[in-house]
């Protein structure tokens, strides 16, 4: 065979197999390759029309059959399979028409409207108000928004978890409700109050009186009792669902959807009670660009207090139960370590994980009336707390603030949380009769949460010596019934978001 027939047969089959993408590239090597090219370059251009070829678009990538997993080398892998390149021409061969699938670009996450009062205005309605109105008004206007947000949250809560999970089968039915309670009926609640805010907006765009509306309002936030008291069974629940696969899979890929703006399920399902506690927040900042001979400024006062009463209510009934539920899961070795008092108890003061002197991780419970030390254990699925020495009742303990490095245990306490480094972040528990049961020296994460607990510790013991009595002189002090209130709060979040 003539070596110029042999070379157009080589470049005819390129074609064949790689498409008109392959010209250029066949072109610059037999320049470089060839002094004379006669009828070569017609002869390719023309696309065979008897040759069966399978374009590689029709195969299915390797990366769409990988489901979501956390692990982010495993994800980029798959990325990179989706733009791996021939002929560094940034494409495929023969995907010159249809490409086999779009680039792995991250879909950007949905974003909320950050848009203030003051921009919906033109520049001369702006003209016609003062700096504090603008800000009072800027402060209704979020609560507005805030209570749009909620409840697209809530329904998207619904459409994206709850239904789709039903549908699939994924969880059960009572497993779902569980979880979810029921949040479609506090849909109408939010809707009421942002009916009633439209009504009560001029054609400026601005909110003369709000006062009245949140002082009838407000108290129908009585609702969430039931909601944010199992709010704790709940997240467990979920959690424990979480180690199922299918379920995991479900909730990493609505976690990668845009719509979830980047937030996992529970934080939908917990925006109602960090919806709660930012209302006292909200009405205290349009009382504070209100002036004080507006008719607002009184009814404004009222709902301050109206709204402080329901959360009240609310974490006293979210108390009881985390303290029941906690409670119900405490495990005893003996039957000497079941202290009558802790039936007593009806709120939970704090709880969290500790280490010992000899290096054992511990779950302490500080309730009312008991501080119970416990080892963390699992029963099949379900987590228990096993009692761990003889809980100490509060009217009988002592506490002992240790400084860091002042620890009277010797070189084993200091083996336990390293070898040469002092302890930190140390106290001590005992009873105040040595012969009714063991001291113990414990070991907080962090001089913070070392705080937290002397100051919950000592509050508690304080609300011991002084029981309120039925003598009006010898009531409780204000100051540390609001101690004792705040004590109630759950979590640090909610501490910081009453700040």
């Known amino acids: 065979m003539a070596p110029s027939r042999g070379l157009a047969l080589g470049c005819y089959v390129s074609v064949c197999r790689f498409g008109k993408e392959a010209v250029p590239l066949i072109l610059q090597w037999v320049s470089s390759h060839v002094d004379h090219f006669p009828l070569v370059y017609p002869s390719v251009l023309q696309e065979p029309c008897n040759k069966r070829v399978r374009p590689l678009g029709r195969v299915t990538s390797l990366a769409n059959l990988i489901s979501p997993v956390r692990n982010g080398a495993v994800r980029r892998f798959g990325q990179t399979i989706q733009s791996i390149s021939f002929r560094g021409d940034g494409k495929s061969p023969g995907m010159a028409n249809k490409p086999c699938s779009k680039a792995a670009v991250p879909t950007p996450p949905k974003r909320r409207n950050s848009t203030l009062w003051s921009e919906t205005l033109d520049v001369h309605q702006k003209g016609t108000f003062s700096t504090k109105e603008i800000k009072r008004q800027e402060a209704i206007f979020e609560l507005s928004r805030g209570e749009q947000d909620l409840i697209e949250d809530l329904q998207l809560a619904r459409k994206a978890y709850h239904d789709p999970m039903l549908k699939l089968s994924i969880m059960s039915e009572e497993e779902l409700n569980h979880i979810f309670g029921d949040l479609d009926a506090y849909i109408p609640l939010h809707e009421d109050l942002l009916a009633q805010l439209a009504k009560a907006t001029g054609p400026d765009g601005t909110v003369g009186q709000i006062g009245h509306i949140v002082v009838r309002w407000l108290p129908g936030l009585n609702a969430y009792r039931d909601y944010c008291s199992h709010q704790l069974a709940a997240k467990a629940l979920l959690d424990q669902k979480k180690q199922d696969r299918r379920v995991q899979d479900f909730l990493q890929r609505c976690l990668e959807s845009p719509f979830s703006r980047k937030l996992d399920l529970w934080s939908f399902l917990d925006v109602p009670r960090s919806r709660l506690v930012k209302y006292p927040l909200l009405l205290k900042e349009i009382l504070r660009h209100t002036p004080p ?101 509060v009217q009988d303990l002592v506490l002992e603030d240790l400084q860091d490095g002042d620890v009277r245990m010797g070189g084993s306490f200091r083996g336990a949380f390293g070898n040469t480094e002092k302890a930190k972040n140390v106290f001590r528990v005992r009873f105040r009769d040595p012969s009714q049961g063991q001291s113990h020296t414990l070991q907080v994460n962090d001089v913070f949460h070392k705080q937290q607990w002397l100051n919950c510790l000592r509050s508690a013991i304080t609300a011991q010596q002084t029981e309120p009595s039925p003598d009006p002189e010898h009531s409780q002090p204000a100051e540390q019934a609001e101690v004792i209130q705040l004590l109630n709060l759950n979590s640090i979040l909610d501490l910081f978001l009453l700040l």
């Open 293 to 393: 001979e507006h008719p607002d400024t009184p009814a404004l006062e009222q709902a301050i207090g109206i709204i402080q009463a329901v959360l009240s209510d609310i974490n006293a009934k979210k108390g009881e139960s985390e303290c029941q539920y906690y409670m119900d899961k405490l495990e005893y070795l003996d039957e000497r370590q079941k202290d009558p008092r802790l039936e007593l108890c009806r709120t939970l003061l704090c709880h969290g994980d500790l280490r010992s002197k000899g290096g054992t991780k511990l779950h302490v419970f500080l309730f009312t009336e008991l501080l119970v030390l416990t080892r963390p254990v699992m029963r099949g699925e379900r987590q228990c707390f096993q009692v761990y020495r003889q809980p100490i009742p």
